[in-house]
């Protein structure tokens, strides 16, 4: 038994190295960019634009760049995300659509992220003539970002216990009545978390919006959706390979701002989550 | 019933959620008019990564000038830059190159006429570690390292170390100009190639940056870049002709073999903002801010 | 039935739905439409043999060399590299967290597991480039810290949390009873976990390598930074290579449109989008066949 004993203690060892070799150079990735630029971080460095060739003042554009995206982005994914969910889950059928549609969500979920830049500049920018432009980025963000919203609705939509939905039916409701009194209500924070989420995923994707929206430097804000935009992904990717003279600090800010607003969102989102299920 | 008053935060927390991406919105756009000076459509610069600093400085100066002229200046490579050209996406392309046979085909086709204006000269410099014993190459030995055809850096008098080439992407300019005059022998189609083993890139800071920490490395890129913590090679012509080392003076005079003249591409005959940006670069202030951005001014 | 206008709508409501569900159907089609549109023309310059097996990348030159033979292999090692050192970590991670961590700790591992798959491929690029780079290239002794090597430890921090999270997943997934029998038999905690829980959860762990593989074959940003993009054919994995996603990437903002380099960055996405599908398509099955035992 005793050398069983040992087996075990060396075995967990061995679990325990791995999960500290995961651990530690996550906290340490994590606190060497929050130690480096933290010092960049300023009223100026966020809100005013860049000056001196980007070497000076702020990355507001990026930022301003980013929301815009996401946002857009949201705007056409939540919608259809979300129905979609409510079709798998409430009004799809076994059978062999259902499979396919499943299966084309993973697919969807594992197309890397370059292919869909291209997707996007063949479809937005080429054919459909909308140019190198905010919506043309924003669209391509929002099929990318559906996958994550259908998933995690359809978790939401799935863990409302069925007894309400019988209920609602013997009293008379119809499917979608059921659905939008019974069922949403109480799936909602879910789907809040899952937008929440997705917002962090859409926010550092460079990939797509390289050949559909960035640019490297523009004197202007966007004003409106044709206009092309700076955005934090392609900033940093800029400022860390293409121009001399960047202070470091500058660097570890703008992934710090990037970082920042995913892990944020992430946060928001297991608070809306843990708050909901402690309400069940 | 309770249930109802507890989901309420859940509404409340979506609603306050998108009255502050609206207010956001608004306040951005506000603030979109007040950052750039009176919102007019900004003159589109685009092209050559090389030149992209040189225009962004020109940019800049013209616009203390000229507050209500905003100046974009994008990079891309020569390449992007003429294509938009081409396409009426910019109005005035930078580039280190001439136009391509394909390019001037394009537009003549499309009928566009585009108008070339030398603006600066640039000589592209060969840069090693500021450890490596080696200080002075021929034209030959460039075009014999760049290809892989020879690997160790002993070969010319140096360490016997590997030689790790540094390149820029394929569309670059400063790739294609240094292919056709250094590789090809001036002549801008045949088989010579980089070496496939050559590391792409990103930029001319990248090839900088890993120039100054890596002993093994050489690697080439415009006047502009040079800084103190590269070595700088001189370069002859061939193995009678004395060793130049680039400066403004010798890009100039034409002694240094590996230099280029740094155009801009415009559409027709220049007129309006586009003429009065083309005179202010070719100006003694315009001229100045070349040299001073480590250019060779073409006076 | 009367078509009132509460039923009017809802009709419309409904076939909106409808429609909303077959959208990923929809998009996905649109995707592979739209690269083959362009992707196949590929051929006019290339034959797919070429193509596929030539081993030179000079697609500007005239004529173009198409051959992407040393990028497919440049993301294979990569990938290959990535998934030595984040398959063993992960699983091993994963059940760690699920099986031996104590209670208080395991949400405090998870979170910093969450924070992991936080951090965008373009942050660990710049942290790669700026500090692994190099640090590799001293403490190897190596020509240049830009190599496969570099790429694979960024992407293996990228694919452990989807390895780690779905191996938990699988993990917590085997019934109570396997883990109660064993440990009535008088296994310790150990052997159960390595002779009775591993089989049990075995089909996900394994889709939860393929996801993480499928991932980390199609990451752009980090690898295009740190691998050092030169299109060899590789000999070792601390040497530079360029994978299928960075030469993408890098080329396409430049290529001219209707050129064959452009058709030709188009065939790579084609190429990359059938293996994509391929390893997930695989990680889907093996995950459904471990749900329904």
Wanted: one cysteine or more; aromatic letters at 8%; a positive charge.
């Amino acid at each position: 038994m005793r050398r069983e004993l040992r087996g075990q203690k060396i075995g967990f060892g061995v679990l325990l190295l791995a999960t500290l070799l995961v651990v530690i150079p996550v906290a340490a990735i994590v606190a060497l960019v929050i130690a480096k630029g933290w010092g960049a971080l300023s009223w100026e460095f966020l809100f005013s634009m860049p000056r001196d060739g980007m070497r000076a003042g702020g990355i507001f554009p990026a930022i301003i760049g980013t929301v815009y995206l996401v946002f857009i982005s949201l705007a056409f994914a939540l919608p259809i995300g979300v129905m979609a969910a409510i079709y798998l889950t409430e009004y799809a059928k076994d059978n062999l659509l259902t499979r396919i549609i499943n299966l084309a969500i993973i697919n969807l979920a594992g197309v890397s992220s370059v292919v869909f830049g291209l997707f996007g500049l063949s479809l937005f920018v080429v054919f459909l003539k909308f140019g190198v432009s905010i919506i043309s980025g924003a669209l391509t963000l929002g099929i990318m970002a559906l996958p994550v919203i259908i998933t995690t609705t359809r978790e939401a939509l799935r863990s409302v216990p069925d007894a309400y939905r019988e209920v609602s039916f013997s009293l008379g409701a119809s499917r979608w009545q059921t659905v939008r009194h019974a069922v949403l209500p109480r799936a909602l924070s879910g789907i809040l978390t899952g937008a929440i989420l997705s917002v962090g995923r859409v926010a550092g994707e460079t990939a797509p919006i390289l050949f559909t929206v960035a640019a490297f430097y523009l004197p202007n804000l966007p004003t409106g959706l044709s206009d092309q935009a700076m955005a934090l992904p392609y900033h940093l990717y800029v400022i860390t390979t293409q121009i001399p003279g960047i202070p470091e600090s500058f660097r570890y800010g703008t992934a710090l701002v990037l970082i920042g607003i995913v892990l944020i969102m992430n946060v928001i989102a297991t608070v809306v989550r843990s708050r909901a299920s402690r309400k069940k | 019933m309770e249930r109802k008053e507890a989901r309420v935060p859940v509404w409340k927390t979506l609603a306050a959620f998108l009255a502050a991406g609206s207010l956001a919105f608004s306040a951005v756009s506000c603030g979109g008019k007040r950052a750039g000076s009176g919102g007019a459509a900004a003159l589109q610069i685009k092209g050559s990564d090389t030149m992209v600093n040189l225009g962004q400085a020109w940019a800049e100066a013209y616009n203390k000038l000229h507050p209500e002229i905003n100046v974009a200046v994008t990079g891309g490579g020569s390449g992007t830059g003429i294509a938009a050209i081409l396409n009426g996406t910019c109005d005035i392309a930078e580039s280190s190159r001439d136009l391509e046979e394909k390019e001037i085909q394009q537009a003549e086709e499309a009928g566009t006429v585009v108008h070339e204006t030398i603006v600066a000269l640039d000589g592209i410099v060969v840069v090693v570690h500021p450890s490596n014993p080696v200080s002075a190459l021929t034209m030959d030995q460039l075009r014999e390292i760049f290809m892989g055809n020879v690997k160790r850096w002993s070969a010319f008098g140096g360490e016997n170390r590997p030689i790790v080439l540094l390149s820029r992407e394929v569309n670059s300019g400063t790739h294609i100009f240094f292919k056709e005059h250094v590789l090809r022998r001036g002549k801008s189609k045949g088989p010579e190639e980089f070496a496939p083993a050559a590391l792409m890139m990103p930029s001319s800071y990248a090839i900088a940056e890993e120039t100054a920490r890596n002993e093994n490395a050489i690697g080439y890129y415009g006047l502009g870049y040079i800084s103190p913590r590269q070595k700088v090679l001189s370069v002859s012509r061939d193995d009678r002709s004395p060793a130049v080392p680039p400066k403004i003076e010798t890009v100039r005079s034409g002694a240094y073999p590996i230099s280029r003249p740094l155009y801009f591409f415009t559409r027709g005959g220049p007129s309006g903002t586009v003429k009065d940006i083309l005179d202010f670069v070719l100006s003694p202030e315009g001229q100045e801010i070349v040299r001073a951005t480590d250019f060779v001014p073409i006076r | 039935m009367k078509l009132s206008p509460r039923r009017l709508r809802e009709f419309v409501i409904e076939r909106l739905i409808f429609l909303s569900g077959i959208a990923s159907i929809v998009f996905v089609l649109l995707i592979f439409v739209f690269l083959l549109r362009e992707g196949v023309s590929v051929l006019k310059t290339a034959s797919l043999g070429e193509f596929l097996g030539g081993h030179l990348w000079y697609p500007i030159s005239a004529p173009p060399r198409l051959g992407i033979l040393p990028l497919i292999l440049g993301s294979l090692l990569v990938t290959a590299g990535a998934v030595v050192i984040a398959v063993p970590l992960g699983i091993a991670a994963a059940f760690y967290i699920a099986e031996v961590a104590p209670k208080r700790l395991r949400p405090v591992l998870k979170s910093f597991v969450e924070v992991l798959s936080a951090i965008p491929s373009v942050v660990l690029g710049f942290i790669g480039i700026t500090i692994l780079v190099p640090f590799l290239k001293s403490l190897l002794n190596l020509p240049t810290g830009l190599t496969a090597f570099s790429g694979s430890l960024m992407l293996a921090f990228m694919a452990l949390p989807t390895i780690i999270t779905i191996s938990e997943d699988a993990i917590n997934a085997v019934p109570r009873e396997y883990r109660d029998g064993a440990l009535a038999l008088g296994a310790t905690h150990w052997q159960t976990l390595r002779r009775v829980i591993i089989h049990g959860a075995l089909p996900g762990i394994i889709a939860a390598a393929m996801l993480g593989i499928g991932r980390v074959f199609g990451e752009t940003m980090a690898v295009m930074m740190v691998t050092g993009n030169a299109a060899v054919i590789p000999h070792s994995l601390f040497e530079p290579v360029r994978t299928l996603t960075a030469t993408i990437a890098a080329e396409m903002g430049e290529a001219a449109k209707g050129s064959p380099h452009y058709f030709a960055l188009f065939a790579v996405g084609i190429v990359l989008f059938i293996i994509s599908f391929a390893i997930n398509l695989t990680a889907d099955l093996l995950l459904n066949r471990g749900r329904k035992k």
